[in-house]
């Protein structure tokens, strides 16, 4: 089992940033895929951004050039850099963790960022 906690959501203006981070626990391989997915209200999940193993990444189009995903020293903690942030950013945020070769998808509580004036 793997269990992952949010942190860093809040109210933030349009062109601001926030930084959120992720803590994961338990069985926690080596070999993983983590990352954030969001949801807005009355829509569905979607991918905001993936890191692997190592450091290749993947973004959503509407994030690339102000989204950073990355991880901390630790293996178990990563991190979304949300810069020049609009108000369609506005959704719970939650961490994503999968180990390679696993079927085994886990997911965060989310955490909520609000972007508005």
């Known amino acids: 089992q793997v269990q992952l906690v949010e942190s860093g959501g809040g109210l933030v203006q349009p062109g601001g940033s926030l930084r959120l981070s992720c803590a994961a626990s338990?069985?926690?391989?080596?070999?993983?895929?983590m990352g954030w997915y969001r949801q807005a209200p009355g829509k569905e999940r979607e991918l905001v951004a993936l890191i692997m193993s190592g450091t290749a990444t993947t973004y959503a189009d509407s994030v690339k050039g102000r989204f950073t995903v990355s991880r901390g020293d630790a293996k178990n903690t990563l991190y979304l850099q949300m810069n020049s942030l609009k108000p369609e950013d506005t959704a719970v945020y939650c961490c994503?963790?999968?180990?390679?070769?696993?079927?085994?998808?886990?997911w965060g509580q989310g955490t909520q960022v609000t972007v508005s004036s």
């Open positions: 994503y963790y999968r180990a390679v070769g696993s079927a085994s998808d886990y």
């Open positions: 338990g069985s926690i391989s080596s070999v993983n895929v």
